[in-house]
């Protein structure tokens, strides 16, 4: 066994600078995809010469069986890096239910939504497609839909009504393996909208539309109506119709990589600025956590730097009291915990994601970019170094027991050469293993990083003020703050850190 601790530590030491090299291996093709589609690209005409194994593991009686599997199959991966016949995809709880009981039992699973297959994807998509003949024949869509308004008055229930609207054909703008999204003009309002086509699969719970009932805030994506249909093979889907936003903020950063350029920094703390505001608010107002956060599912508009966060198809309640799947969010920002098979994580997952974006539009790449569920926690072992055994506790408090090799991390210094020492400070204090240590989003948006947009009678004040990132609901997104520190944390939000200390 000692050899073989000594051969991981060999590993994945840093012995020489090529190590650094991150690979971009995202082929994810629309604002609208999934973990599911984060695979590499094979050249055209070209078999693969990897066979996929998924590699399942039964239900465990404790923590530290699950943990110590998990160790293995990293030391394993790690040893047989030069191997190229077999990948492991990863790993996730199985279940070997009686079929027939199963089959009887109306079960309400924790997966949100459905993975469709391609033929499904593709009659979706030509069912959309039929839109486009009408506008040949000069004719709109008529559609009854559910008109949602959020009621500002928390007392009060938010009101809808069924409303008939009207609009040209529709233009698919993406899809993956979840849904259709599609662009058009509600012809009464004349305002451009997207219409997210989601399958509703008894089998699952979904429960994105009375997510999206409880949003109401600038940098969360907002609902203006919704409307279930049937297609020609009876399949019934929700119809969300959403704000519209020009691009996902994968988009705007491939438009820099395909120029050979950095994305400006500036630009860059808008975004996380935003970011972090629409964190604050949902896990502190509307009690939710996203689950998936990524580049695809944060939208933007590059003229104003405006950020709304969408797709909050995985997004749930976090209750200390119930279990949570492990197996989410797209594989590389998942936080380490949920590797580590947590199920009593909390929202602090949407940090770590958080910051595992800011990152990626700092290197023009994903920061941990494994290929399956165990590489991705090699990538962060990697730049994090091996745990400690607090830390493990923190990711998973029924683990204690089990001692990791030592192994020094890199610094994301060396990593992120030339990034001023703010940004890395933000980036340190949210990559945390512990969740817990984890700074919170509001805290975020005191750190010195944010300074500059911060600073009155320059342009990128005038910016943040058109955005209007400074504005605060004290009620709501500052209620959680202890009435002792509020005031210090109003005056820090709107100026930088200097000047907010002297003016106290």
């Given at each position: ?38 695979k ?11 066979i ?17 599997d ?30 027939k ?25 030509n ?11 000069t ?25 008939n609207i009207?609009?040209p ?5 993406g ?15 004349n ?31 907002s609902?203006?109506?919704y ?9 019934v ?5 959403l ?19 950095q ?47 969408c797709?909050?198809?995985s ?17 590389y ?17 949407d ?10 539009l ?7 970019p ?14 994090m ?9 923190g ?5 204690k ?7 020094k ?10 990034e001023d020492?703010d ?28 300074d500059?947009?911060k ?18 609901d ?15 944390i ?9 000047q ?5």
């Amino acid at each position: 066994m000692a050899a073989v601790l000594k051969s991981l530590v060999q590993k994945i030491s840093f012995g020489n600078s090529d190590s650094l090299q991150l690979k971009h291996k995202t082929s994810i093709q629309s604002n609208t995809s999934n973990t599911g589609l984060e695979k590499k690209k094979r050249k055209p005409g070209k078999e693969p010469n990897k066979i996929p194994v998924h590699h399942r593991i039964s239900n465990y009686s404790n923590s530290a069986e699950y943990i110590s599997d998990i160790e293995n199959h990293i030391i394993s991966k790690l040893l047989d890096a030069d191997k190229k016949d077999i990948t492991v995809d990863h790993i996730e709880f199985v279940d070997i239910p009686d079929t027939k009981a199963n089959e009887e039992k109306d079960v309400k699973q924790e997966n949100t939504s459905t993975k469709l297959d391609k033929e499904r994807i593709d009659r979706m998509i030509n069912f959309d497609y039929r839109y486009v003949e009408s506008k040949q024949r000069t004719r709109l869509v008529h559609k009854k839909v559910y008109k949602h308004e959020h009621n500002a008055d928390a007392g009060k229930k938010n009101s809808e009504e069924i409303v008939n609207i009207s609009y040209p054909a529709v233009e698919v703008v993406g899809h993956g393996s979840f849904g259709v999204v599609v662009t058009t003009v509600i012809n009464e309002t004349n305002q451009k909208v997207a219409i997210k086509k989601v399958l509703q699969d008894r089998r699952y719970k979904n429960r994105e539309l009375e997510t999206m009932k409880l949003l109401n805030h600038l940098n969360t994506i907002s609902l203006k109506y919704y409307f279930y249909e049937k297609d020609g093979e009876d399949e019934v889907y929700l119809n969300l119709i959403l704000d519209y936003m020009p691009q996902s903020l994968y988009q705007r950063l491939r438009h820099f990589v395909h120029l050979k350029t950095q994305m400006p920094r500036l630009e860059i703390k808008f975004y996380a600025y935003q970011l972090f505001k629409a964190l604050n608010y949902l896990h502190n107002v509307s009690q939710i956590c996203h689950r998936d956060i990524k580049p695809q599912n944060v939208l933007v508009d590059p003229k104003t730097f405006s950020l709304k966060i969408c797709d909050f198809g995985s997004a749930k309640c976090l209750k200390p009291d119930q279990p949570n799947v492990s197996y989410i969010c797209s594989r590389y920002y998942r936080a380490p915990e949920l590797m580590f098979g947590a199920t009593n994580y909390s929202n602090q997952i949407d940090v770590w994601s958080s910051a595992c974006v800011i990152a990626e539009l700092l290197l023009g790449k994903p920061l941990f970019p494994g290929e399956s569920g165990i590489d991705q926690l090699v990538e962060v072992i990697k730049i994090m170094g091996i745990p400690t055994k607090d830390e493990i506790s923190g990711m998973n408090p029924n683990y204690k027991d089990h001692i990791f090799p030592n192994v020094k991390p890199v610094t994301l210094a060396r990593l992120l050469k030339g990034e001023d020492s703010d940004a890395l400070d933000l980036l340190s204090k949210a990559l945390r293993y512990d969740p817990r240590a984890r700074l919170p989003p509001l805290k975020c948006l005191l750190l010195k990083y944010f300074d500059e947009i911060k600073i009155r009678d320059t342009d990128a004040y005038a910016k943040a003020q058109c955005l209007r990132i400074f504005d605060f609901d004290v009620q709501t997104e500052l209620g959680h703050v202890p009435p002792a520190e509020l005031s210090t944390i109003e005056v820090a939000l709107k100026q930088p850190v200097s000047q907010a200390l002297t003016s106290l």
